[in-house]
């Protein structure tokens, strides 16, 4: 009987998954207006689970509240339907989504960081409780994305160039993430063969701002491929991210409202049944 190394395994798995992500990012004849995000778009596609779908568009609450444009939004499309408005613009009710993203090509700025940054926070701070009463569906329990990490979006930044130094990067961040409520925070800032950053908790490192105690950024060696560990990381989240069904009562309840012409089948108050008049 042979051994197994599940550790060699999950390393070999990140180097094919790097080079064909290496391939993709390569123009190739008849794709040359393929843009980095919609690459990352099918990327995802091909390696998260296939009940979730990878788009891009806008993440809206029971409030009217919009978020920005996201290049990627991840939605658990068993739970919820999505809007597409004219020219296929989508738009994802918030208590089914799990997980949005900004592709950079770079990000060598840090407007350009910050610009990533709160288009994430722009998600993140929407009302995943439906005002209370968005329910997750495997628990039963109110989803409550202020202090349950659970209950909230992943958030990421994914850059396919050139990107700041680690030490810039970790700087910047910090102090973006001091000026902000934790359950706005990203999970996880990924530079392409730079840098993965993301959080130190007791357990270790993990994407959790909610229990973080500090920042954590892994450099990429030819020992470890970070984008496994990207992948595993977002994999993971979205697949313990609670979510909801649509509350139609909620977010519809003004469609119930009609104008209409009303008869009975009598001047009784209040009139009978109609299921009470049947002869059969």
């Not at 139609?248 to 309840?253: A, I, K, T």
Request: charge should be negative.
């Amino acid at each position: 009987m042979g051994t197994f190394s599940l550790p060699e395994l999950i390393q070999s798995a990140g180097r094919r998954m790097r080079a064909d992500l290496a391939e993709r990012l390569v123009p190739h004849n008849g794709e040359l207006g393929a843009g980095r995000e919609e690459i990352i778009r099918r990327f995802l596609r091909d390696y998260l689970p296939k009940r979730f779908e990878v788009a891009t568009g806008f993440v809206f609450d029971c409030h009217g509240q919009v978020s920005n444009q996201l290049d990627i939004i991840v939605a658990d499309s068993l739970v919820s339907p999505r809007f597409e408005a004219a020219g296929g613009i989508r738009f994802y009710p918030v208590e089914s989504v799990v997980g949005v993203g900004q592709v950079k090509s770079t990000m060598t700025s840090r407007d350009e960081f910050r610009g990533a940054l709160e288009n994430i926070e722009s998600v993140k701070s929407l009302d995943r409780s439906a005002g209370g009463r968005a329910i997750d569906v495997t628990f039963q329990e109110e989803l409550d994305h202020r202090s349950n990490y659970l209950h909230q979006i992943f958030g990421f930044v994914f850059v396919t160039g050139k990107s700041l130094a680690p030490h810039s990067a970790h700087s910047y961040l910090l102090n973006y993430l001091l000026s902000k409520p934790a359950h706005t925070w990203p999970n996880v800032v990924f530079a392409l063969d730079q840098y993965l950053a993301t959080y130190c908790c007791d357990g270790g490192i993990c994407p959790n701002p909610m229990h973080a105690r500090g920042l954590a950024i892994q450099p990429a060696t030819e020992a470890l491929e970070i984008l496994m560990k990207f992948y595993l990381f977002t994999a993971g989240a979205i697949e313990v991210t609670r979510v909801s069904h649509f509350p139609h009562w909620v977010y519809l309840h003004d469609f119930n409202k009609w104008t209409a012409n009303v008869y009975y089948s009598t001047n009784d108050d209040p009139p009978p049944f109609l299921s009470n008049l049947t002869t059969g």
